[in-house]
């Protein structure tokens, strides 16, 4: 985390107040963004399929892809078909839209599009244009339901349900806009989702993340022994979660890393661990899968939303005529 990132949980900083001036063009220029798309001055274009956005008001890790995973199997349950659509960032690709599949690497379609169509086996395709995305999409499947990792602000492209994720350590940090804070927009702007939900916490919209079994990075296969002490290595927006739930686990931490959240690891990234053993979060896996040691784990962990969440949605997806029956 750079130090504009640490200033951004801090009460306040000389740093924050240097900053204060950009956010204030950066609320300006975002607000009249967003009123040209009310006011129809700005084309929106509509999807003939259902499109639910899950997205942020704030920029790092609020867990997004646990929510997406889990939504995304939740419809699957209920016999639609869906697909997943998303920036891609931190990927580098010659083509746009891009199809996710076996053979895509994170290097080309970012890691959470790549640990989503691992999960999942559902199409996923990337891309900065997610008309296009969507274009693709619906020239090659029939869909029920289109979800968007990220893309709230994305006003261009018209949406059917929102649900905003909040981290509940972090939430908001300082509160301001970026770059003095780490809000896209502001706080007002949740009354306008139709679902806001906290990641961790006790507010009764939320979702816990439930642990499962370590897995070997290279092979994807569950390891048998217990392990009772590794090196902890994230590339994440809160590993702070991630180590705590080691800890909880019995696993003794030798040390821990933190990288930018979406970083591209290389094998020089590990040589300080020799042959000892490595544990990281399935975001990291999907990247580090190639070089991967024998004794490299990471640990998948799942979105168990509350009761009011699921209800919630359950209500939203009926109006919309995406479900009958609930």
Same mark, same amino acid.
């Given at each position: 985390m750079n130090k504009i990132e640490q200033s951004w949980y801090k009460n306040f900083s000389f740093l924050t107040l240097v900053l204060l001036p950009l956010s204030g063009l950066f609320w300006f220029i975002s607000t009249l963004r967003s009123v040209c798309y009310k006011l129809g001055l700005f084309e929106q274009f509509k999807c003939d399929v259902p499109v639910i956005v899950v997205g942020n008001i704030s920029v790092g890790g609020n867990g997004k892809t646990p929510f997406v995973i889990w939504l995304t199997q939740y419809l699957q349950q209920h016999d639609l078909k869906v697909a997943v659509i998303s920036r891609g960032y931190g990927g580098t690709s010659e083509v746009y839209p891009l199809f996710v599949d076996s053979?895509?690497?994170?290097?080309?379609?970012?890691?959470?599009?790549?640990?989503?169509?691992?999960?999942?086996?559902?199409?996923?395709? =990337?891309?900065?244009?997610?008309?296009?995305?969507?274009?693709?999409?619906?020239?090659?499947?029939?869909?029920? =339901?289109?979800?968007?990792?990220?893309?709230?602000?994305?006003?261009?492209?018209?949406?059917?349900?929102?649900?905003?994720?909040?981290?509940s350590e972090r939430r908001f940090g300082n509160g301001f806009l970026m770059p003095a804070g780490p809000l896209r927009e502001t706080t007002k702007r949740l009354k306008s989702v139709d679902l806001v939900v906290e990641n961790g916490g006790a507010?009764?919209?939320?979702?816990?993340?439930?642990?499962?079994?370590?897995?070997? =990075?290279?092979?994807?296969?569950?390891?048998?022994?217990?392990?009772? +002490?590794?090196?902890?290595?994230?590339?994440?927006?809160?590993? !702070?979660?991630?180590?705590?739930?080691?800890?909880?686990?019995?696993?003794?931490?030798? +040390?821990?890393?933190?990288?930018?959240?979406?970083?591209?690891?290389?094998? !020089?990234?590990?040589?300080?661990?020799?042959?000892?053993?490595?544990?990281?979060?399935?975001?990291?896996?999907?990247?580090?899968?190639?070089?991967?040691?024998?004794?490299?784990?990471?640990?998948?962990?799942?979105?168990?939303? +509350?009761?009011?969440?699921?209800?919630?949605?359950?209500?939203?997806?009926?109006?919309?005529?995406?479900?009958?029956?609930?």
């Open positions: 053979s895509i690497t994170t290097a080309q379609a970012g890691d959470e599009p790549v640990l989503i169509q691992r999960r999942l086996g559902c199409p996923v395709v =990337v891309g900065p244009d997610r008309k296009a995305n969507i274009k693709l999409l619906n020239t090659n499947y029939d869909l029920d =339901v289109i979800i968007s990792d990220d893309g709230m602000q994305h006003y261009k492209m018209g949406r059917d349900i929102e649900c905003c994720i909040v981290d507010d009764n919209f939320n979702y816990q993340l439930q642990a499962s079994t370590l897995l070997n =990075v290279a092979t994807g296969e569950k390891t048998e022994a217990l392990l009772d +002490s590794g090196h902890a290595v994230s590339a994440i927006g809160n590993p !702070a979660r991630f180590e705590k739930t080691l800890q909880n686990s019995g696993v003794k931490l030798l +040390s821990t890393a933190h990288y930018r959240d979406h970083y591209a690891y290389t094998p !020089a990234d590990f040589e300080k661990y020799n042959d000892e053993i490595v544990i990281m979060t399935e975001k990291d896996a999907v990247k580090c899968r190639a070089f991967a040691k024998p004794n490299w784990y990471f640990l998948p962990v799942d979105a168990k939303p +509350s009761t009011a969440v699921i209800n919630k949605l359950n209500l939203l997806l009926k109006e919309k005529g995406i479900l009958n029956g609930l």
